[in-house]
């Protein structure tokens, strides 16, 4: 105790969530039975099926579609994410006969402008394809990853 009664505690400190994924979705199915999805409709059915998000943030921005944030390493999300597309994708009654892969990468230098992709936070394409690995070689993802540190990038597949 201090003088006067009062006593001496800790400062609070804000706690951060662990990951922050920033989400871009790219569907490469052209069939009506796997639908494109709004991000209103994803925040809503993700935050169902994915134990892990603790919070979602719809975008407003040209390319990135959603704000998620878990306590849970960046690729046990991942998991969490593709697993949980899938079981939204089957419970919206859409297809689900082909891959979901989230491709991660951390930004890991200082952010222009206000893009919501920060130095720190991932930014993952989910993409849905029923060729997974003609998707990676057209956009040379091997090549993407032995640019950057193993631990700053991540694929995570599910599905047939």
Do not use: Y
């Not at 052209?30 to 994803?42: G, R, T």
């Amino acid at each position: 105790m201090c003088q006067g009664g009062e006593s001496l505690s800790q400062p609070t400190l804000a706690l951060r969530p662990l990951t922050v994924f920033i989400i871009s979705h790219n569907l490469q199915i052209e069939d009506p039975a796997v639908p494109e999805v709004s991000a209103d409709q994803l925040a809503q059915l993700l935050t169902e099926s994915c134990t892990s998000i603790q919070a979602v943030e719809v975008l407003d921005h040209s390319h990135w579609m959603l704000r998620i944030e878990s306590d849970k390493q960046a690729e046990l999300l991942a998991q969490n994410l593709v697993d949980g597309w899938r079981v939204m994708r089957e419970a919206s009654g859409h297809a689900s006969n082909h891959k979901v892969i989230a491709l991660g990468g951390r930004k890991d230098s200082d952010s222009l402008g206000n893009s919501p992709l920060q130095k720190g936070f991932w930014g993952v394409d989910v993409v849905e394809t029923r060729n997974a690995e003609a998707f990676l070689q057209a956009i040379n993802w091997e090549g993407l990853k032995s640019s950057r540190p193993t631990d700053a990038v991540f694929e995570i597949f599910s599905g047939v």
